[in-house]
């Protein structure tokens, strides 16, 4: 029993009571397990950091800590950090490529907020060339 805490319902319980810890706006709690299971490689620990270094919850704003986080969270394929990624590049002139990139990821993946956040960016005709890359028309 010991051996299965230690090596894969731990990192369940550390993202558990990350969580938990989170929705009570105890961060440095929050923070303390999801880096418990970043330790064993977990992607959820790494968007849910990102997001607190993003949004600045329990720690000072830094985006360059969330990107880091939630770039690899993307890379282990955890589809929720696409948009998260995307949405913070959007706002950086010189990662806007990326950003597309992600984006596109995340609506084919069908990540809620996605497509609507494609749309918006279409109607707004801030990223002209959104068009033709998401949804494949002219």
């Not at 558990?16 to 620990?45: K, P, T």
């Not at 597309?100 to 109607?123: C, F, I, M, N, S």
Request: hydrophobic letters at 35%; a negative charge; charged letters at 25%.
């Amino acid at each position: 029993f010991l051996e299965a805490w230690r090596f894969g319902q731990r990192n369940e319980s550390d993202i558990q009571l990350g969580w938990l810890y989170e929705q009570r706006e105890d961060y440095a709690q929050a923070q303390r397990y999801y880096l418990h299971a970043i330790g064993r490689g977990n992607s959820y620990a790494h968007w849910s950091l990102g997001l607190m270094h993003r949004y600045g919850r329990g720690v000072p704003v830094n985006h360059g800590k969330a990107r880091g986080h939630l770039q690899i969270a993307c890379e282990a394929g955890f589809e929720s950090a696409y948009l998260t990624l995307a949405e913070l590049l959007l706002d950086d002139e010189h990662s806007q490529e990326e950003a597309l990139d992600w984006l596109q990821k995340a609506v084919t993946a069908e990540v809620p907020g996605a497509r609507e956040l494609a749309e918006e960016l279409l109607q707004q005709q801030k990223k002209p060339s959104l068009l033709s890359r998401l949804f494949g028309k002219q």
